[in-house]
């Protein structure tokens, strides 16, 4: 089973933040730029949230509110699901399946230290069953019948 730290060493340590008092636009316009679908809000140098593109069309494109006007502690996730490096990639899974949610912060030592996502945890758990099936065949083509 793969650990998140050889997740984040395959993809790497890359964190995208943003702060309490910057825009939504200027978040999301981070985002775009980045090519990612969410921010951790960061202050004092502590993990206080997560802002996602998800985020941006419930609370504030629904509620007719202006990214240019709203703050992204006005729009942020509070609640912030995290995991350690040691974990696995299947516990990541279950986190996000059990909270909904498509990022996880990645947290050792009380320091932020990457974001894992839905498309990461997806695309190790097909390379895993890629594996698994090649050897598989493998072992089935091996044997004489």
């Known amino acids: 089973m793969t650990s998140v730290r050889h997740l984040?060493?395959?993809?790497?340590?890359?964190?995208?933040?943003?702060?309490?008092?910057?825009t939504v636009y200027d978040a999301l316009r981070l985002m775009a730029d980045k090519d990612v679908g969410a921010l951790l809000v960061i202050e004092n140098e502590e993990l206080?949230?997560?802002v996602s593109e998800r985020d941006y069309a419930r609370k504030i494109i629904l509620h007719g509110k202006s990214s240019h006007d709203t703050l992204v502690r006005d729009m942020m996730t509070r609640v912030v699901y995290t995991i350690h490096p040691s974990q696995t990639v299947q516990e990541c899974m279950e986190l996000m399946i059990d909270h909904h949610?498509?990022?996880?912060?990645v947290v050792e030592n009380g320091r932020v230290i990457g974001v894992i996502?839905?498309?990461?945890?997806?695309?190790?758990?097909?390379?895993?069953?890629?594996?698994?099936?090649?050897?598989?065949?493998?072992?089935?083509?091996?044997?004489?019948?």
């Open 48 to 50: 206080v949230g997560i």
């Open 8 to 22: 984040l060493e395959v993809k790497g340590y890359d964190v995208w933040k943003t702060a309490l008092e910057t």
């Open 101 to 105: 949610i498509r990022h996880l912060p």
């Open 117 to 145: 996502s839905i498309g990461d945890v997806l695309k190790d758990i097909i390379y895993q069953q890629k594996v698994s099936i090649k050897s598989l065949e493998s072992q089935l083509l091996g044997k004489k019948w």
